[in-house]
């Protein structure tokens, strides 16, 4: 794991602090203070190609969509492919969110 070399108490904190938030008003609040905007935007952006590789859209159009280059789309795939299933396990979890909220 490419994060092994960050890992560490300081990291920790940061991962035990997100967990910590209880609703989306605090999401909201947390990041706009610890992170820039193009920071968020580029996190919101990797998410939104997962999503859209994982419905088997084309690069083209997931770049058209989303403005993401191909490296970022690339790289996104990577992850999916040949990743630490991160990205599978949000998937999923948004996946049976939509589906329980139908």
């Known amino acids: 794991m490419q ?3 960050l890992r560490g108490d300081q990291l920790d904190e940061l991962f035990d602090a997100i967990l910590s938030l209880k609703n ?3 999401c ?3 990041f706009d203070d610890i992170a820039t905007i193009t920071e968020i ?3 919101t952006q990797r998410l939104q190609v997962a999503k ?3 419905e088997g859209r084309t690069y083209n159009a997931i770049a058209s969509e989303t403005k993401a280059s191909t490296t970022t789309i690339s790289r996104v795939k990577r ?3 040949y990743g630490n299933e991160g990205y599978r396990i949000v998937l ?3 996946n049976d969110k939509e589906e329980t909220d139908k």
């Open 41 to 43: 935007q580029s996190l």
């Open 3 to 5: 994060i092994d070399k």
């Open 79 to 81: 992850c999916l492919d």
């Open 92 to 94: 999923d979890r948004l």
């Open 24 to 26: 989306r008003e605090e």
């Open 28 to 30: 909201y609040r947390f």
């Open 52 to 54: 859209m590789l994982d």
